[in-house]
């Protein structure tokens, strides 16, 4: 697999979209090409990011932070 | 699904700065701390912190959760969840895989589309997604209008290079990404044969790609 074939693949792979056969020489190559591979993967990730911030932000009552926050501080008492 | 969410040792500030495509961060104050910094705290166990990044990204995530479950309700619970899990997995976040927000929505996701498959509403949802992009192609950013995409805001910029898709790449990401569909079920969904899928995923995730690592670029 070419690296610009693997770049195309790792994309699809952080949103998980590859088929099963595709994952499998996905995983070949991504061990082939090493860190390179590991680094661009990483770098794809980012677009999970900017698929999140193309949404308008949705309201949540105050009361779920209370309640979030409540159960946090409840974990931490020894 | 095959999705890292990270694994491995503790924050290092020292890697804090990595390139990433997303354009700007979300326009903080002097006094704010930033998201790296506030998960730091949180790995070193400061509920305040989790409070700040709630306050900070709440919004964002559960319009990601919306997106996939179409409940209030739910979104909440998961919202609640979600928190609870950055909250315990904050150590295993490593700041050399990209940055807080990365790692949350990469969270988020994997849980809302877990939840849809759990309540066994995916074909409910498949079948209403096919009905909604018959209706409008472009339903992913059917709100967005040329005036509202003006420059100097991160969503703006993310939106504008969405925008600059063709309706048919920005439907096979919409289903892939906010539902989780494989190709095989983008494909059955939207009546395409498999390779149109594959070819306009693969295109489409690459001009997102690329416009997103210009725009960073410029600014």
């Known amino acids: ?78 | 699904m095959p999705e890292e969410l990270g694994g491995g040792p503790l924050f290092d500030a020292s890697e804090k700065e990595m390139a990433a495509p997303v354009p700007a961060d979300l326009g903080l104050g002097p006094s704010e701390q930033s998201d790296f910094e506030l998960m730091q705290a949180i790995q070193a166990g400061e509920a305040d912190a989790l409070s700040q990044l709630y306050d900070r990204y709440s919004g964002i995530l559960k319009a990601l959760i919306l997106r996939v479950i179409h409940n209030d309700a739910e979104a909440d619970d998961l919202l609640q969840e979600i928190f609870m899990e950055i909250w315990s997995q904050a150590k295993n976040f490593r700041a050399q895989k990209g940055k807080p927000l990365g790692w949350m929505v990469t969270l988020a996701r994997r849980r809302a589309i877990d939840g849809l498959r759990k309540k066994q509403a995916y074909a409910r949802a498949g079948e209403r997604l096919q009905l909604e992009t018959e209706q409008q192609p472009d339903a992913w950013i059917q709100n967005i209008t040329e005036e509202q995409i003006s420059g100097g805001d991160t969503r703006d910029i993310v939106r504008k290079v969405i925008n600059s898709l063709p309706p048919a790449q920005q439907q096979a990401i919409e289903l892939a990404f906010f539902q989780g569909m494989s190709q095989r079920e983008i494909a059955a969904a939207t009546a395409t044969p498999l390779g149109t899928v594959k070819t306009r995923l693969e295109l489409g995730l690459k001009k997102i790609y690329e416009g997103l690592k210009e725009l960073q670029h410029e600014l």
């Open chain 1, 1 to 78: 697999m070419s690296f610009e074939e693997f770049q195309n693949r790792s994309r699809l792979y952080v949103i998980g979209a590859l088929e099963p056969e595709e994952l499998e020489e996905f995983e070949q190559a991504r061990k082939e090409f090493g860190q390179k591979g590991e680094d661009f993967i990483g770098e794809c990730y980012s677009l999970h990011e900017a698929f999140a911030l193309s949404l308008q932000p949705a309201k949540s009552s105050t009361a779920l932070k209370d309640r979030l926050m409540k159960m946090v501080r409840e974990k931490q008492q020894p």
